[in-house]
């Protein structure tokens, strides 16, 4: 079974463009999460989403967006980017249900976006 | 609202010595705890897990006991191994209406031969 995918791998803007990363979960997850790895704050939540619909935001400002499509593929976009925002991005998948307990979480390589 | 703390090391090691990594959790509810492990390059992947108090989730060699009345969750090897050298994360996910993964900032741990 193919694992979780992200696109791209690396990817290089300047201050105040915008960027779109995107995932493709495992075969059969519906549950999608991202993630942003920096040395300084670690790894922090961003959202998660399931059947399209958004259940849990991170404490990030709203240039941070996302979204999931009817195949559980989601994207998420960054717009007017910052130094900071300079991280590896990483998406997981699940086989959550809409019931109220926890599956493993199975995570992709990451996408290393820097921001010059 | 939920925190990990773990040592942050980083963490040198001959091969074939014991291993621990602290991990300690602040949580609402009963958590659900995890060991993740994150080799240069790649993503992260579950190393182990537990879902309620006094279970031992075990992977590899690697063990974890979830302790509620300390609420602690560290990590031990017997013996490591050179391949066993990467970055290694404690996290929590305390369940309900809530999704995401809180983690710990990470552990190096270099193994040399």
């Known amino acids: 079974k193919a694992g979780v995918t992200q696109t791209p791998r690396y990817l290089i803007k300047t201050r105040g463009q915008q960027v779109t990363l995107s995932c493709s979960p495992i075969s059969g997850h519906r549950s999608v999460s991202w993630y942003q790895q920096t040395p300084g704050q670690g790894l922090q939540f961003l959202f998660e989403y399931f059947s399209e619909t958004q259940r849990n935001k991170g404490n990030f400002p709203g240039r941070f967006s996302g979204r999931q499509f009817s195949n559980s593929r989601s994207e998420m976009n960054v717009s007017t980017l910052e130094l900071g925002d300079s991280a590896l991005y990483l998406c997981?998948?699940?086989?959550?249900?809409?019931?109220?307990?926890?599956?493993?979480?199975?995570f992709g390589p990451g996408t290393r976006l820097t921001v010059l | 609202g939920d925190s990990v703390t773990q040592m942050e090391g980083p963490v040198t090691l001959s091969e074939e010595a014991f291993l621990t990594i602290n991990c300690t959790y602040t949580a609402t509810g009963y958590p659900s705890l995890f060991w993740y492990v994150q080799y240069p390059g790649e993503g992260l992947q579950l190393l182990l897990k537990a879902t309620k108090a006094d279970d031992k989730g075990s992977n590899k060699g690697f063990e974890a006991t979830y302790r509620k009345e300390t609420t602690s969750f560290h990590l031990e090897k017997g013996s490591v191994q050179v391949s066993d050298s990467a970055v290694y994360f404690c996290?929590?996910?305390?369940?309900?209406?809530?999704?995401?993964?809180?983690f710990g900032k990470g552990t190096l741990l270099t193994v040399n031969p």
């Open positions: 997981a998948s699940s086989l959550l249900t809409n019931r109220a307990f926890y599956n493993e979480q199975f």
């Open positions: 996290a929590l996910n305390s369940g309900g209406s809530n999704y995401k993964l809180t």
